[in-house]
């Protein structure tokens, strides 16, 4: 079974610094992973998503995402935090057309 | 484009009720996923439909239920309702889900108060 694992609970970051939301997985085949932020009160946001190709991804909001395949790993990035970016972020793959969730890592960012 | 739309967003029932909740997909979007999201267990797939047929199940009790609507719109029932079910049920749209490149896109979320 595909699974994914985000060992950090809380994150802390300052305003203008780098962040990195961490996220491991484990699949067999392809891994499809995703990310998603979830504001208080609101559903999730999709960020970016990693198929295939450039280790790489953009997303929205001015983050990316590195994958690498011999860590297993999946990590969020953003060379320079905002305030408005603490939110909840969800790791997750996907496994014949569902997702699988990390538990979430609540970021925040202090001016 | 719209986005995906639930109701309604806040619902309060007592014990042993019933409950439906409405989704109302991305248009042109076919397939809607459920998920259950709870402080303690996270986010948790519910079910899936494409074509007014439910394609994939997640591990939950028969009082969980849903269907789909030939315009793709989707409600999930929840009956004899327990406390452990109060939690925030998310709906989910993907052109056809048949892809897992598809990406879902998430509604805002039914908070379920079950007292």
């Known amino acids: 079974a595909q699974s994914v694992a985000q060992p950090e609970d809380q994150v802390n970051v300052a305003e203008g610094n780098p962040l990195t939301v961490k996220c491991t997985y484990s699949?067999?085949?392809?891994?499809?992973l995703f990310w998603y932020v979830q504001y208080p009160n609101r559903g999730l946001q999709f960020l970016l998503k990693y198929i295939t190709g450039d280790n790489l991804v953009k997303g929205s909001y001015g983050f990316e995402a590195e994958f690498n395949k011999s860590q297993t790993s999946f990590h969020l990035k953003k060379p320079s935090a905002l305030v408005s970016d603490s939110a909840l972020y969800f790791c997750a793959v996907d496994q014949g057309g569902k997702l699988i969730f990390g538990q979430g890592t609540e970021l925040s960012v202090k001016p | 484009k719209a986005g995906v739309t639930q109701t309604p967003r806040y619902l309060i029932k007592t014990r042993g009720q019933q409950v439906t909740l409405s989704c109302s997909p991305i248009?042109?979007?076919?397939?809607v996923s459920w998920y259950q999201q709870t402080p303690g267990q996270g986010l948790q797939f519910l079910f899936e439909y494409f074509s007014e047929t439910q394609r994939n199940k997640g591990n939950f009790p028969g009082r969980f239920s849903g269907r789909q609507f030939s315009n793709s719109r989707s409600e999930m029932n929840v009956s004899t309702l327990e406390l452990g079910d109060s939690a925030l049920y998310l709906c989910?749209?993907?052109?056809?889900?048949?892809?897992?490149?598809?990406?879902?896109?998430f509604g805002p979320g039914t908070r379920l108060t079950v007292l």
């Open positions: 699949v067999s085949g392809n891994p499809y």
């Open positions: 248009s042109g979007h076919r397939s």
């Open positions: 989910a749209s993907t052109r056809t889900g048949m892809e897992s490149t598809d990406t879902q896109y």
